[in-house]
């Protein structure tokens, strides 16, 4: 049985292709179109899927939309009585584009796929799963866990916000659900509106900025903002909000209880008081979580946790879950966020509706392939699309281009890395990362600003062989999806002076902190991803060689990407971003490519090519 699932129309659309329960193939179509965030009609995502199971779509047996427009309609339609005359002008925008497109989305959805193939029956096999189930369904069923308690949080789906399921072998039902707009992803995102940063895409900078500053403002959200209960539910006081009504997250309520009016991020510095409240805001979210996490396991006695939707991005939350030990295992699932919910939609649809049988992969591993679920390309094909850039590279033996990328490495250049299956969800894990030396003080600030081109208080993260993480980092078990932060091992710190404990903010971001001072944050944490032979062999293979040489089994790993525009997917994509950057090593395959070999005509400004977010 052969199902696809889709996300679309909203944000990071996404389609996912399962066959008889294994998952195929998933991909975001921004990806392929190159716009960020991309909520289109996931039409050439669609198309990589089906290709790469070899079948046309009147071979596919259901699709499954990840959510019910109708009840979002609702919801919509609710929310506006429940608060009018206040609103008018956010209705006045919203309700036009649901009357003409987005409440008849069967019918946009039927006419595209019509265009892959006339017969298609959509009226037989389209499927509509609800939100929340999608999201908690991609993390049970690819879970290594028989049954599982399901945490799901993110801004909203349909009218849930955060819910908890129930997961035994081929079953997932949901037992309690917060509804809008009582939303710790809203929170968060409120947050990130008033610091400056773009919603639905900058909450992960608040996260990175909140060890720069103290949780001075925790007690104060708590006390006026949202009121948790001891079980982790909450409510939020809608009178420092705007999102239910206006064209913005928070007003001038929100404004006032902080003393400051809403960074303008065009014009405004990022002062000590914003580095204060990402502190604050991200203290509140592990201060629910946990609430949240310890009310579950009290209530279920589930030994298991999975974790989806947008918030269980945030890794920093997660990595307090797992060393608080409030359960045996927690497993989070790599797409969390809403393109995730196409791969939840479809395994919904198979497992669910029509009642099929699960079968858990075994020895702990899960069944996402270590999300290596996006397109692969051939050797042939990666020389001649290069060719056609104008790239002038050499095609080295495997053994080779391991040996020649470590020691490029080692010498403490930026390296783009390309290689076999480009990866499901938000993090390069290993298939189209920037890789670099994490012994460089310099390493983490060139990156940012020279490769990324992006803020430099950003940390980046290390891929550390799976056999040598715990004698590097306080942790002791799989993180391949780099969902989880953990400290660096003591015996690898540095000790502050007292002049550099006194710094404060950005001013701490220079001080090295350990010895692989290049992933470090200022709080001594990383966000790890455990690399394993058996996911990535030539991934594991390169970090192996580089240790060979340098006696470290860490490197830098960041998504291979400038800021503005998504992670590479194609072999053009990687030169593009090669020539617009100071990248100083390529390899697309078994390509190998120098930038001083590069025709200098060939160089892009990449600072100006794109939207900053």
């Avoid at 939350?317 to 409030?326: D, M, P, S, V, W």
Wanted: aromatic fraction near 10%; include cysteine; proline fraction near 5%.
């Amino acid at each position: 049985m052969k199902i696809l699932g889709l996300s679309a129309l909203y944000h990071d659309s996404a389609a996912a292709l399962i066959e008889d329960g294994r998952i195929i193939a998933a991909a975001q179509e921004e990806r392929f179109t190159r716009k960020k965030h991309d909520a289109a009609f996931p039409k050439l995502a669609i198309e990589y899927c089906l290709a790469e199971a070899g079948i046309g779509l009147n071979d596919i047996d259901f699709v499954v939309f990840y959510d019910k427009p109708f009840l979002k309609f609702e919801r919509l339609l609710e929310t506006y009585l429940s608060f009018a005359p206040r609103g008018f002008s956010s209705f006045k925008t919203a309700i036009p584009v649901w009357l003409k497109e987005k409440l008849f989305q069967k019918d946009l959805l039927a006419k595209e796929f019509k265009k892959f193939a006339t017969d298609f029956d959509w009226m037989g096999k389209m499927l509509f799963a609800e939100h929340h189930l999608s999201h908690a369904a991609s993390a049970f069923f690819p879970s290594p866990f028989e049954d599982a308690a399901v945490l799901t949080m993110d801004g909203v789906g349909e009218w849930t916000t955060t819910s908890l399921a129930m997961g035994a072998g081929n079953s997932l039902e949901i037992h309690k659900e917060l509804h809008f707009p009582h939303s710790l992803g809203l929170l968060y995102s409120a947050a990130t509106y008033y610091t400056g940063f773009k919603v639905n895409s900058g909450e992960y900078k608040v996260m990175g900025l909140a060890p720069y500053g103290e949780p001075k403002y925790a007690a104060l959200i708590l006390d006026k903002v949202v009121d948790v209960k001891a079980d982790g539910s909450f409510h939020l006081d809608q009178s420092y909000f705007d999102y239910c009504t206006g064209l913005t997250m928070t007003n001038d309520k929100f404004a006032s209880l902080f003393g400051q009016p809403v960074r303008q991020a065009d014009k405004d510095p990022l002062t000590q008081f914003h580095m204060d409240m990402a502190a604050s805001i991200q203290a509140v979210t592990e201060h629910i979580v946990l609430k949240l996490a310890r009310s579950i396991r009290a209530e279920t006695g589930a030994k298991n946790l999975c974790l989806a939707g947008g918030v269980a991005l945030n890794c920093v939350a997660n990595g307090k879950i797992l060393r608080e030990g409030i359960f045996d295992n927690i497993w989070i699932q790599p797409a969390a966020g809403d393109a995730g919910g196409a791969l939840g939609a479809a395994l919904a649809g198979y497992h669910i509706h029509k009642g099929q049988p699960r079968s858990v992969t075994g020895g702990g591993k899960d069944a996402m392939k270590g999300s290596y679920l996006g397109p692969v390309w051939q050797q042939d094909d990666i020389e001649t699309r290069l060719k056609a850039a104008g790239a002038v590279f050499t095609v080295l033996s495997d053994d080779d281009l391991i040996e020649q990328t470590a020691q490029a490495l080692a010498d403490e250049k930026a390296v783009g890395w390309m290689q076999g299956r480009m990866e499901f969800g938000p993090r390069a894990l290993g298939g189209r990362s920037i890789l670099g030396d994490p012994r460089s003080p310099s390493m983490q600030k060139m990156l940012n600003l020279k490769v990324k081109y992006r803020e430099s208080f950003r940390p980046f993260a290390p891929s550390v062989l799976r056999e040598d993480v715990a004698e590097w980092f306080e942790i002791d078990g799989d993180s391949p999806y780099m969902l989880l932060v953990a400290p660096v091992a003591e015996q690898h710190r540095r000790a502050m002076t007292e002049e550099e404990n006194a710094l404060f903010g950005i001013d701490k971001l220079n001080v090295p902190r350990s010895t692989l001072p290049a992933i470090t944050h200022v709080d001594y944490s990383a966000r790890i991803q455990t690399v394993h032979a058996d996911t990535n062999p030539r991934y594991h293979a390169l970090i192996s060689a580089f240790k060979g040489k340098t006696g470290c089994p860490v490197v830098v790993n960041t998504s291979f990407n400038v800021r503005g525009e998504p992670i590479v997917c194609t072999p053009e994509d990687a030169f593009r971003c090669f020539m617009g950057s100071e990248i100083e090593v390529l390899t697309v395959g078994n390509c190998f490519l120098k930038k001083e070999d590069q025709d200098p005509a060939l160089k892009l400004d990449y600072k100006n090519a794109f939207e900053l977010d």
